[in-house]
């Protein structure tokens, strides 16, 4: 079976011929599919605060400046009084819950939602305030989408304290990536525990209280609740609220640091500004690289701007949110500057990049995909790229569902944290006693490539995952990737090998390509199947494409959509047993595959009985 990159959409004409989709065609594809829930009796935030975008400076929450002693938490049980008003905070949530959501036990069921209310409401009046909202915070993570949630590092109202370190998580593991000068020995440690809890028991600790559309979400929202001194004394990693032992190891030896917290509850943008400062004196990790700062952390500050990168012949466009400025050109302003510099002047590769999107205003992404996909010194296959990530969320994942189904982009990075269907936006709504404030998706949202997308995340084509040695020597993996990036290196050299016979050296270099790093999510199976079938569709090839075919199932035994492209090729030279063989092994793999079944009944080898695999 034929599997492919998803072509750019066309139009058949009336002649029958195809041709791109026009500006209208493409306004009336890209318009967001919404499937409404409820009429929403709430108080729904302005346009910055929908689908994942930064606070208002102004609507932030003033903390007060206070110890940790004189704020509204402490270890003792609440008041009864309290209690009231809490059990009172629940029932108000419970009921907005139910009342907004189209659909709240889609994840988890009734019974076991009900069951967890219970259970929090009965344990309110022995549990200190900051585990109650807590509890909160868990109940809302149930309902299983990344929107419906109260984030606990910067709720309004929730007024966390935090730790003057910042955490990273990398592929080798999780690091002090900067922390105040006072705690300078744990900065580059490779974190070991907290409170004596191993680092990978903390993360799993406070999974439950993260909503998320998909687990890639943990890896950014976990930094910011490991050091929030209130959740790590509720999960049983530090003793009291005044701070925590951290203990971390560099080279090999291991140090233990008792960290303070600061004295005034921490609150972020809502777009989780990336690296926050948290002191005035701050020591960074990578402070001493002689190399620049990647381009994607220069401007962080920056919702959009582009640069070119004439010793590369590369256009740089970084797009961190998707919102206009209140000052300055618009998201789309920038955009179509940006692509007219392209059509004048032809770069070589053009970069998008959104790793750090966690979303905005979806209705203002059409007419940005209109003008990308007009351009075609942009638009074409192996020049434009897409840099995506974990924190690429909401209207960050439209976008990127609109640019596979507009254009021939290629996905770079790491997997995203939104789902292509899903419950989003947000309902902002605040508890009636604390104050406290949450959100609850009020729809559901159709953003891939056709309704019904099942995928849970976008995958990228080229992986790109940094160690702690790439932050500190400021290595960028995505742009490495992209400079790197020869789309025909594999078929030119497998084929090499198969026209000289050498099946083995052919086998070599698909392994070879399987191992590679880049290749994270994306072996040689559906690499050579593309091959097969390209040759497949050449007059003369034919003996190659078999092949490649061959290859592809000897490297790849187990890939049952490589059995069944054997088997056609295998009709297309009239070798019947040959055939029936091979979409038998691929029924054998995948007993759904509606190819192979097809095939056999064409054969005259189907049997009511279902087909049983030849031996061997």
Do not use: C
């Given at each position: 079976?034929?599997?492919?990159?998803?072509?750019?959409?066309?139009?058949?004409?009336?002649?029958?011929?195809?041709?791109?989709?026009?500006?209208?065609?493409?306004?009336?594809?890209?318009?967001?599919?919404?499937?409404?829930?409820?009429?929403?009796?709430?108080?729904?935030?302005?346009?910055?605060?929908?689908?994942?975008?930064?606070?208002?400076?102004?609507?932030?929450?003033?903390?007060?400046?206070?110890?940790?002693?004189?704020?509204?938490?402490?270890?003792?049980?609440?008041?009864?009084?309290?209690?009231?008003?809490?059990?009172?905070?629940?029932?108000?949530?419970?009921?907005?819950?139910?009342?907004?959501?189209?659909?709240?036990?889609?994840?988890?069921?009734?019974?076991?939602?009900?069951?967890?209310?219970?259970?929090?409401?009965?344990?309110?009046?022995?549990?200190?305030?900051?585990?109650?909202?807590?509890?909160?915070?868990?109940?809302?993570?149930?309902?299983?989408?990344?929107?419906?949630?109260?984030?606990?590092?910067?709720?309004?109202?929730?007024?966390?304290?935090?730790?003057?370190?910042?955490?990273?998580?990398?592929?080798?593991?999780?690091?002090?990536?900067?922390?105040?000068?006072?705690?300078?020995?744990?900065?580059?440690?490779?974190?070991?525990?907290?409170?004596?809890?191993?680092?990978?028991?903390?993360?799993?600790?406070?999974?439950?209280?993260i909503s998320r559309d998909n687990d890639n979400w943990i890896s950014v929202?976990?930094?910011?609740?490991?050091?929030?001194?209130?959740?790590?004394?509720?999960?049983?990693?530090?003793?009291?609220?005044r701070g925590a032992d951290l203990t971390v190891r560099i080279d090999s030896?291991?140090?233990?640091?008792?960290?303070?917290?600061?004295?005034?509850?921490?609150?972020?943008?809502?777009?989780?500004?990336?690296?926050?400062?948290?002191?005035?004196?701050?020591?960074?990790?990578?402070?001493?690289?002689?190399?620049?700062?990647?381009?994607?952390?220069?401007?962080?500050?920056?919702?959009?701007?582009?640069?070119?990168?004439?010793?590369?012949?590369?256009?740089?466009?970084?797009?961190?949110?998707?919102?206009?400025?209140?000052?300055?050109?618009?998201?789309?302003?920038?955009?179509?500057?940006?692509?007219?510099?392209?059509?004048?002047?032809?770069?070589?590769?053009?970069?998008?990049?959104?790793?750090?999107?966690?979303?905005?205003?979806?209705?203002?992404?059409?007419?940005?995909?209109?003008?990308?996909?007009?351009?075609?010194?942009?638009?074409?296959?192996?020049?434009?790229?897409?840099?995506?990530?974990?924190?690429?969320?909401?209207?960050?994942?439209?976008?990127?569902?609109?640019?596979?189904?507009?254009?021939?982009?290629?996905?770079?990075?790491?997997?995203?944290?939104?789902?292509?269907?899903?419950?989003?936006?947000?309902?902002?709504?605040?508890?009636?006693?604390?104050?406290?404030?949450?959100?609850?998706?009020?729809?559901?949202?159709?953003?891939?490539?056709?309704?019904?997308?099942?995928?849970?995340?976008?995958?990228?084509?080229?992986?790109?995952?940094?160690?702690?040695?790439?932050?500190?020597?400021?290595?960028?993996?995505?742009?490495?990737?992209?400079?790197?990036?020869?789309?025909?290196?594999?078929?030119?050299?497998?084929?090499?090998?198969?026209?000289?016979?050498?099946?083995?050296?052919?086998?070599?270099?698909?392994?070879?390509?399987?191992?590679?790093?880049?290749?994270?999510?994306?072996?040689?199976?559906?690499?050579?199947?593309?091959?097969?079938?390209?040759?497949?569709?050449?007059?003369?090839?034919?003996?190659?494409?078999?092949?490649?075919?061959?290859?592809?199932?000897?490297?790849?035994?187990?890939?049952?959509?490589?059995?069944?492209?054997?088997?056609?090729?295998?009709?297309?030279?009239?070798?019947?047993?040959?055939?029936?063989?091979?979409?038998?092994?691929?029924?054998?793999?995948?007993?759904?595959?509606?190819?192979?079944?097809?095939?056999?009944?064409?054969?005259?080898?189907?049997?009511?009985?279902?087909?049983?695999?030849?031996?061997?």
């Amino acid at each position: 079976m034929r599997v492919t990159h998803r072509p750019r959409p066309s139009v058949a004409t009336s002649a029958g011929a195809t041709r791109r989709r026009s500006s209208p065609e493409l306004r009336r594809a890209a318009a967001i599919r919404l499937r409404p829930g409820p009429a929403v009796r709430a108080t729904v935030a302005s346009a910055a605060l929908l689908i994942g975008t930064a606070v208002p400076a102004a609507a932030q929450h003033a903390a007060p400046a206070v110890t940790p002693d004189q704020s509204l938490y402490s270890l003792q049980p609440v008041s009864p009084s309290q209690a009231a008003d809490w059990r009172a905070d629940l029932r108000a949530l419970v009921g907005d819950l139910t009342r907004v959501h189209p659909d709240p036990f889609h994840a988890t069921s009734k019974a076991r939602f009900d069951a967890a209310v219970a259970a929090l409401a009965d344990s309110i009046p022995g549990l200190p305030a900051h585990r109650i909202v807590m509890g909160f915070a868990r109940l809302l993570a149930l309902v299983g989408d990344g929107h419906t949630s109260l984030p606990l590092y910067f709720a309004r109202g929730v007024d966390f304290h935090a730790l003057p370190y910042r955490l990273g998580v990398h592929d080798d593991g999780i690091y002090v990536e900067a922390a105040d000068h006072a705690y300078a020995s744990l900065v580059g440690g490779r974190l070991v525990a907290i409170g004596g809890v191993p680092a990978q028991e903390a993360l799993r600790r406070v999974t439950p209280l993260i909503s998320r559309d998909n687990d890639n979400w943990i890896s950014v929202v976990a930094p910011n609740l490991l050091n929030r001194i209130e959740v790590l004394q509720g999960l049983g990693m530090a003793k009291d609220l005044r701070g925590a032992d951290l203990t971390v190891r560099i080279d090999s030896a291991l140090h233990t640091v008792h960290v303070r917290a600061l004295t005034a509850p921490q609150s972020h943008d809502f777009g989780l500004p990336f690296r926050p400062r948290l002191t005035d004196n701050w020591v960074d990790a990578r402070d001493s690289s002689g190399a620049p700062v990647p381009l994607y952390q220069r401007r962080y500050k920056d919702l959009y701007w582009w640069t070119y990168l004439p010793d590369q012949d590369l256009l740089y466009v970084q797009f961190d949110v998707v919102q206009n400025r209140r000052d300055g050109p618009t998201a789309l302003q920038t955009f179509r500057q940006a692509m007219a510099f392209a059509r004048d002047r032809r770069p070589a590769r053009t970069v998008i990049d959104i790793r750090n999107n966690t979303g905005g205003e979806g209705g203002l992404l059409p007419p940005i995909i209109r003008e990308i996909v007009r351009t075609r010194e942009v638009d074409q296959p192996g020049k434009l790229f897409l840099v995506i990530g974990p924190r690429t969320f909401s209207a960050g994942q439209m976008m990127v569902g609109w640019m596979q189904m507009f254009t021939t982009a290629v996905l770079v990075g790491r997997p995203t944290s939104s789902r292509f269907e899903g419950y989003a936006g947000h309902a902002f709504l605040r508890l009636p006693r604390s104050g406290i404030a949450y959100f609850v998706s009020p729809a559901y949202y159709e953003m891939g490539r056709a309704p019904g997308d099942p995928r849970p995340q976008a995958t990228p084509r080229l992986a790109a995952v940094s160690t702690f040695a790439d932050y500190v020597t400021n290595r960028d993996p995505a742009m490495d990737a992209i400079r790197a990036y020869d789309p025909g290196a594999l078929s030119r050299q497998v084929l090499a090998a198969l026209h000289a016979s050498d099946t083995t050296r052919a086998a070599a270099r698909v392994r070879a390509y399987d191992a590679d790093p880049v290749n994270r999510y994306h072996d040689g199976t559906a690499a050579l199947n593309e091959l097969g079938y390209r040759l497949l569709g050449e007059d003369g090839e034919e003996e190659d494409a078999l092949a490649v075919f061959e290859l592809n199932t000897r490297v790849h035994p187990g890939y049952a959509n490589g059995w069944d492209s054997l088997g056609e090729a295998y009709v297309r030279e009239g070798r019947r047993r040959d055939a029936i063989e091979a979409f038998r092994r691929a029924l054998a793999l995948n007993p759904n595959l509606a190819s192979s079944k097809a095939w056999l009944h064409r054969l005259g080898a189907a049997s009511s009985g279902g087909e049983t695999p030849p031996r061997g």
